[in-house]
């Protein structure tokens, strides 16, 4: 906590005469010192009364939280003094106490995160990979850069020759949702194939089957109206795109070309390839709802 110090005194005379002290009158503080005739010119600030510069990398913790949205800074105070904050898992009911914007923030349990929350839908092209790592070539990250402020993350992964639909945010309310085993959000493949897909195949990945003592299951799978049959849908909450890979390598099949169509309710519609949107206020109450 930076403290501002200085001299109390201003040091200045108010006064109708101009001679003697009888006729001199002061302002509250500016008594001249005992034992001494006149007055003391204050002296300058010291390198020990100097006023102590903050750290720009630290916000007071009362703030942190009400950026987060969940409440005011009054009363964030009212939380952190009831303990029901905790600073990198140790509970902090200090006033005025001051955190990083790495450091690990609950309130009663659940992440704060200090940032405005964004969500951000991209129209993935091929050649980006999906990783928020420095080194690794073109990324996802790359072509959201200017989208936002807040420090999104991709909530999933597609290959770095997959297409389609990824979303970012940094909201892990939303992340919970699509990472939850039984509850998550399912997104629609839209997949072909290097030979047509055989009619016992598509009903043994319909049904479900174990790989590796893994029970491998989705929600849908298709042909595709009025295309050949190694074109087909696929439905699927799982995150990641590397469990369709291992579906259709242990079927005997190659993947020519995923593309991610839908996740959930969005779509690419009016959303080209390589661009992005932030979700509509509607959009992101039904993904709330899902």
């Keep these: 906590m930076s403290r501002h110090q200085g001299d109390k005194g201003s040091?200045?005379?108010s006064g109708r005469g101009g001679g003697t002290s009888r006729n001199n009158s002061y302002a509250?503080?500016?008594?001249?010192?005992?034992?001494?005739?006149?007055?003391?010119?204050?002296?300058?600030?010291?390198?020990?009364?100097?006023?102590?510069?903050?750290?720009?990398?630290e916000i007071r913790l009362n703030k942190?939280?009400?950026?987060?949205?969940?409440?005011?800074?009054?009363?964030?105070?009212?939380?952190?003094?009831?303990?029901?904050?905790t600073v990198n898992g140790k509970v902090i009911t200090e006033m005025g106490y001051k955190v990083k914007l790495d450091d690990e923030i609950r309130y009663d349990g659940a992440r704060v995160n200090p940032e405005k929350k964004a969500y951000v839908l991209l129209n993935k092209p091929k050649g980006f990979a999906t990783t928020t790592s420095e080194g690794k070539g073109r990324t996802v990250m790359d072509l959201v850069a200017n989208a936002t402020t807040?420090?999104?993350?991709?909530?999933?992964?597609?290959?770095?020759?997959?297409?389609?639909?990824?979303?970012?945010?940094n909201d892990e309310?939303?992340?919970?949702?699509?990472?939850?085993?039984?509850?998550?959000?399912a997104r629609l493949f839209h997949i072909e194939l290097d030979k047509n897909l055989k009619l016992e195949d598509l009903k043994k990945i319909q049904s479900?089957?174990?790989?590796?003592?893994?029970?491998?299951?989705?929600?849908?799978?298709?042909?595709?109206?009025?295309?050949?049959?190694?074109?087909?849908?696929?439905?699927?909450?799982?995150?990641?795109?590397?469990?369709?890979?291992?579906?259709f390598d242990y079927l005997k099949y190659e993947i020519i070309s995923l593309d991610c169509v839908a996740i959930g309710h969005l779509t690419k519609k009016d959303l080209p390839r390589g661009h992005w949107k932030h979700l509509t206020e509607q959009e992101l109450n039904t993904l709330k709802m899902l």
């Design 11 to 13: 040091g200045k005379v």
């Design 28 to 57: 509250r503080g500016n008594a001249p010192l005992k034992g001494q005739g006149g007055f003391t010119k204050p002296s300058s600030p010291t390198k020990e009364t100097s006023v102590h510069k903050s750290n720009p990398n």
């Design 64 to 85: 942190y939280i009400a950026n987060s949205g969940i409440c005011s800074r009054r009363e964030a105070d009212v939380h952190i003094s009831t303990g029901l904050v």
């Design 150 to 169: 807040s420090r999104i993350k991709p909530i999933g992964r597609l290959g770095r020759n997959s297409l389609g639909l990824l979303l970012f945010t």
């Design 173 to 185: 309310a939303i992340v919970e949702k699509f990472t939850n085993s039984k509850n998550g959000i």
């Design 208 to 247: 479900g089957f174990k790989i590796e003592g893994k029970l491998i299951a989705v929600e849908e799978i298709s042909y595709i109206d009025g295309a050949s049959k190694n074109e087909i849908g696929l439905k699927i909450k799982n995150t990641g795109s590397t469990i369709l890979r291992t579906i």
